[in-house]
């Protein structure tokens, strides 16, 4: 059971890598093309998105390392050392996904903090 347990997870560290390390690479060229073409609003959404995706990855983060925590706690439980690495593996990969994007958060806020504020000016009497 452990070792089907074991290559699912190692299935799904690979298939995540496979296709959040892909996005994380548009989204950063994304960021750069809007800001080359001065779209404001184009950054603003891609600063909600990445803010989103920081949170998700942050949370399957923290929870893989809880459950480590558990597991690791209680050896009663009786799951495989090889089971832990694979968890932790996940955990690992998921937190430098967080940093990644937020990374990309960072630089868009950056960018955003660099356009000047319009003033209205008023009536002076």
Same mark, same amino acid.
């Given at each position: 059971?452990t070792?089907?347990f074991? =290559? #699912?997870?190692?299935?799904?560290?690979?298939?995540?890598?496979?296709?959040?390390?892909?996005?994380?690479? %548009?989204?950063?060229?994304?960021?750069?093309?809007? %800001?080359?073409?001065?779209? &404001?609003?184009?950054?603003?959404? &891609?600063?909600?998105?990445?803010?989103? %995706?920081?949170?998700?990855? #942050?949370?399957? =983060?923290?929870?893989?390392?809880?459950?480590?925590?558990?597991?690791?706690?209680?050896?009663?439980?009786?799951?495989?050392?090889?089971?832990?690495?694979?968890?932790?593996?996940?955990?690992?990969?998921?937190?430098? #996904?967080?940093?990644?994007?937020?990374?990309?958060w #960072?630089?868009?806020?950056?960018?955003?903090?660099?356009?000047?504020?319009?003033?209205?000016?008023?009536?002076?009497?």
């Open positions: 059971m070792n089907v074991e =290559g #699912f997870m190692l299935t799904i560290i690979l298939m995540l890598a496979l296709t959040i390390l892909p996005r994380i690479i %548009w989204a950063y060229l994304k960021v750069e093309e809007s %800001w080359q073409h001065h779209d &404001l609003e184009a950054l603003h959404e &891609l600063q909600h998105e990445r803010n989103s %995706w920081l949170l998700r990855h #942050f949370s399957c =983060g923290t929870a893989a390392v809880i459950l480590l925590w558990i597991v690791e706690a209680r050896p009663a439980l009786e799951i495989s050392h090889r089971v832990t690495v694979a968890v932790g593996v996940y955990a690992g990969c998921c937190l430098v #996904f967080a940093a990644l994007e937020c990374l990309i #960072f630089r868009i806020h950056r960018y955003l903090s660099l356009v000047p504020v319009k003033v209205s000016k008023r009536d002076q009497r």
